[in-house]
């Protein structure tokens, strides 16, 4: 596992705070392109966006009100371990059952949700305002799934320590989400291995490897594969099965979007899939 030296650490500053002062030219259009940026200005977007800075003022508040009703460390600790547990599989469950399933698109009243949380950023992968999912969405989700885990372990103190613990947890799974779309070769080979995985959801074959920066549920459930000779390339990675026929039949997200399904994102190339 490589380690930053003194000037490479300097480096890395530095080319962050030039971020900061250059930060309106990393836009293109209405969202900053990964495609685009390197992980210095990722770190600056990431700690500038105003989902992340929500995320962690709910964080504060949730531990501040944690510790207010004078938790118990034991019980405290086990509602740490099980929702940091618990999260890669919830997190699969959602992703594959729900944002992969059809049934949201086909109801013109969730079709502009699935278009919002996860069509979009398969129809374009780099752009980071659809890869952020709405605050109005992800935190009652992750409210209704981890606070009851807290409050039968320990009451209100132990549901505000899940709350904080799966913020905590959805603030890093947003940073290595956005790693795995950066035109960047991650140092860490752990990081290298989950990008590669998560490159292949998107490009190859979407129906596997749901996982961020864990695919153990995906090894369990029989979704995973490990590169892109394990089977072949699906004809919706990039349309998640909403083709043309299926916009016909069910039009909401392509009035939503004003144009049909794209087969490429913008900039992708014809068979392109991950190496």
């Not at 979704?223 to 000779?229: I, L, Q, V």
């Amino acid at each position: 596992m490589s380690t930053f030296s003194g000037e490479q650490a300097e480096g890395f500053w530095k080319a962050f705070w030039n971020a900061r002062k250059n930060q309106g030219s990393l836009r293109t259009g209405r969202s900053f392109d990964l495609g685009k940026m390197s992980l210095p200005q990722l770190w600056m977007a990431y700690l500038t966006y105003p989902t992340i800075l929500f995320y962690f003022t709910l964080i504060a508040i949730s531990t501040g009100v944690a510790l207010a009703l004078a938790p118990k460390l034991g019980p405290t600790l086990i509602t740490i371990l099980l929702v940091v547990g618990i999260y890669p599989f919830a997190w699969y469950a959602i992703h594959r059952f729900i944002l992969h399933g059809r049934w949201l698109y086909r109801n013109p009243v969730t079709a502009s949700l699935w278009k919002r949380v996860h069509f979009d950023h398969h129809q374009d992968p780099h752009l980071l305002d659809v890869l952020f999912g709405s605050p109005l969405n992800t935190l009652p989700t992750i409210a209704i799934i981890v606070m009851p885990i807290g409050w039968g372990i320990g009451g209100a103190s132990t549901a505000f320590a899940a709350l904080a613990t799966g913020l905590v947890m959805t603030c890093i799974y947003e940073f290595f989400h956005c790693i795995q779309h950066l035109a960047y070769k991650p140092r860490w080979a752990w990081v290298s291995k989950i990008k590669q995985l998560h490159v292949l959801h998107h490009f190859h074959d979407e129906d596997g490897n749901y996982g961020i920066t864990n695919y153990a549920a995906d090894r369990l459930f029989g979704s995973f594969y490990k590169d892109a000779r394990a089977r072949a390339r699906s004809a919706h990675v990039f349309d998640l099965g909403y083709d043309l026929d299926e916009a016909k039949r069910y039009p909401w997200v392509m009035k939503r979007t004003g144009a049909p399904p794209k087969q490429r994102p913008d900039g992708a190339r014809s068979g392109s899939s991950a190496r």
